[in-house]
């Protein structure tokens, strides 16, 4: 029995010496001779591969609108997905120089390229029967389609000189609105905008245009929002870090869209905002959390046309983050560029759906699907 104690004497010590070691040299790194950080290594390694891994952040549950959404979606092919992210004028979804009247043309149209929105400009807009018709007819007519999928109806009405609607309307109280200098003011000619576009069949004002004053652009899209009309902020980032502010204070009023600028801003990027994965992604979704729908601007615009036909700005600014795409003037050229965008890979499906969702979501909070 001595012999077998005497004999574990020798592995005891080793083994003590061994631990002593590791924590000597775990506390005196500099001080450890050649190969010795081969002994630390292993005793960390060993201590890793005991921990119990870190549970990844749950998920936030859906919300009924996005329930419902994912139904839609679901139901819906690729043709319809892509053409529902274009936001156009009425003459670019029928071929036509001038629409004043929704009829067969509109029809057949919408048919062919069930785009998510129609926006209306001046010389459309005539009269308020003239409107109420044209507006409703063309609402049956997406409705009644293959896709089943209700338009946005838009305009850009600012008030003052920049009001379309109020215009053909002869709408004194809009026409002749002073310029806001306080949320009070704003939120009254929101409010009194937002009755006007509702009450011939509008659902998106393409307003406000940001400044400087959080608390003017804040009041107008509260104004809009609470009476019915969605709203469409621009034209995001702004130029400089009070714009920046200006738009986050925006986006803690939840507008339905947030159109993003052509313009470059080098603070960001060195391309076009509008075709920026930091500003619309990095920016925007991330860093200030908006969840709501991403338009960039006319496509058909000189800051882009210049450096890209409208079907590669289109790929570009899906992929850095676009869920619509505003005023192109060759629709089906579009269509066509982001199909094969799918087709190649560089865009996958399930990003066309994540924009769709967003886009059928705002519907169904904006009242157009039950």
Same mark, same amino acid.
């Given at each position: ?37 081969? +002994? ?61 009247? @929704? ?25 308020? @029967? ?7 007819? *063309? ?35 809009? +026409? ?26 509008? *659902? ?41 502010? @200006? ?7 939840? =507008? ?15 391309? =076009? ?7 619309? *992604? /990095? ?33 570009? @600014? ?46 169904? /909070? ?5």
């Amino acid at each position: 029995m001595k012999k077998r104690y005497l004999l574990l004497i020798p592995v005891v010590a080793c083994i003590v010496l061994s631990a002593a070691a590791i924590g000597y040299i775990q506390f005196h790194p500099d001080r450890a001779p050649a190969g010795a950080e081969f +002994l630390v290594r292993t005793s960390n390694d060993a201590e890793q591969q005991t921990k119990e891994p870190e549970k990844e952040a749950e998920a936030q549950p859906l919300t009924a609108s996005q329930k419902r959404a994912n139904e839609l979606l679901d139901a819906m092919t690729l043709e319809q997905k892509l053409y529902q992210m274009m936001f156009v004028t009425p003459e670019a979804l029928t071929q036509t120089k001038q629409v004043v009247r @929704a009829g067969t043309a509109t029809q057949e149209a919408i048919e062919k390229r069930p785009v998510g929105g129609v926006l209306y400009t001046r010389q459309s807009l005539q009269g308020k @029967a003239q409107i109420k018709d044209m507006l409703s007819n *063309t609402q049956s007519y997406a409705k009644a389609s293959k896709s089943g999928v209700p338009v946005f109806l838009g305009v850009q009405e600012q008030g003052g000189s920049n009001a379309p609607v109020a215009q053909a309307l002869r709408t004194k109280s809009i +026409l002749n609105a002073a310029e806001s200098t306080d949320e009070q003011t704003a939120y009254a000619l929101g409010q009194t905008i937002a009755q006007e576009l509702s009450g011939v069949g509008f *659902t998106v004002n393409l307003a406000p245009a940001v400044g400087d004053d959080a608390d003017i652009a804040s009041g107008e899209i509260k104004g809009l929002q609470k009476n019915h009309v969605l709203s469409a902020v621009s034209a995001f980032p702004g130029e400089d870090e009070e714009n920046l502010s @200006a738009f986050e204070a925006c986006i803690k009023q939840k =507008p339905a869209f947030m159109i993003v600028t052509n313009a470059q801003n080098k603070t960001y990027d060195t391309v =076009p905002c509008s075709v920026s994965s930091k500003v619309m *992604t /990095d920016l925007l979704r991330k860093k200030l959390n908006y969840t709501g729908i991403i338009m960039t601007d006319a496509l058909q615009d000189t800051a882009l046309t210049e450096q890209y036909t409208e079907g590669e700005a289109a790929v570009l @600014a899906v992929q850095a983050g676009a869920d619509m795409l505003l005023e192109p003037s060759d629709v089906d050229a579009v269509y066509r560029a982001l199909f094969q965008a799918v087709s190649d890979g560089k865009l996958t499906e399930q990003r066309i759906d994540d924009s769709v969702q967003r886009i059928l979501t705002a519907k169904i /909070d904006g009242g157009l699907i039950a």
